[in-house]
């Protein structure tokens, strides 16, 4: 692989961490460019159609918006192969590979909840999705410990950023979910352990997630330690 790549991101963004967990995982050299989400630059607008990151630029002169789609071209161009070779196996990653989004909705928005009971309410609509998650985990025919098996997989880039955001809310607060579901809390646990995860964030990306919460003034945020809500409190 001679290619350059240059991925345009924001700092704690869960999409752009799913591109860089499969360049990881392929030990794809990139440079990776954090952009002002406050103040996008021209040459970044010019190149994201809906102005989101993550853009993947490819020497220069291409352009890739969309996770799946950068993930998808990156499996067409470098080894490992990250997908199962049996299309039927294939063709249900992929499905679940879409499913991401039911749980990445949910996550999110309890995240950025602007209240206490607002905070509650969407969380309890995680259960669903992580129901739907266990039982298929139930049903993959593979021990594990990744969603195929021992091999990192595309699915399995896709969910870890949710999981690992779902697993720092659950620190601020407690949120007593993922305990019912074992096959996916082991899951999770994999993940966020694997070395493509862990080499896919800047370091210290908990304490980060913890004050973009803070600066967009989420209520969640005032369960920082050290916030002026908490001292207050
Ligand atoms: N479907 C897109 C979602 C990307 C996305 O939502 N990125 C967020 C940052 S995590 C973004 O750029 N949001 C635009 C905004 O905040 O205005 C993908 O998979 O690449």
């Not at 609509?125 to 990192?152: S, V, W």
């Amino acid at each position: 692989m001679t290619a350059e790549f240059r991925l345009c991101s924001f700092k704690t963004c869960p999409w752009v961490q799913r591109a860089a967990i499969v360049l990881r995982a392929k030990e794809i050299a990139y440079e990776i460019e954090y952009i002002d989400r406050d103040n996008r630059p021209a040459w970044f607008l010019a190149i994201s159609p809906h102005t989101k990151v993550p853009v993947l630029q490819i020497d220069g002169k291409d352009a890739l918006f969309e996770s799946n789609a950068i993930a998808e071209y990156l499996e067409e161009v470098a080894a490992p192969r990250l997908h199962p070779e049996d299309p039927l196996q294939r063709a249900r990653n992929r499905a679940w590979t879409d499913y991401v989004t039911t749980l990445a909705s949910a996550v999110s928005t309890t995240a950025y909840a602007d209240s206490e009971e607002e905070f509650t309410a969407r969380a309890a609509r995680i259960a669903e999705p992580f129901g739907k998650l266990d039982e298929a985990l139930g049903k993959r025919g593979n021990a594990g410990p990744y969603f195929n098996g021992p091999k990192l997989s595309l699915v399995d880039a896709a969910y870890a950023p949710f999981l690992q955001r779902y697993t720092f809310m659950d620190r601020l607060r407690p949120l007593g979910i993922i305990e019912r579901y074992p096959r996916l809390a082991a899951w999770r646990d994999a993940l966020i352990a694997a070395p493509a995860v862990r080499a896919s964030t800047v370091p210290e990306i908990e304490a980060a997630w913890q004050e973009n919460l803070i600066a967009r003034g989420r209520w969640l945020g005032t369960l920082v330690s050290g916030t002026a809500a908490t001292a207050a409190a």
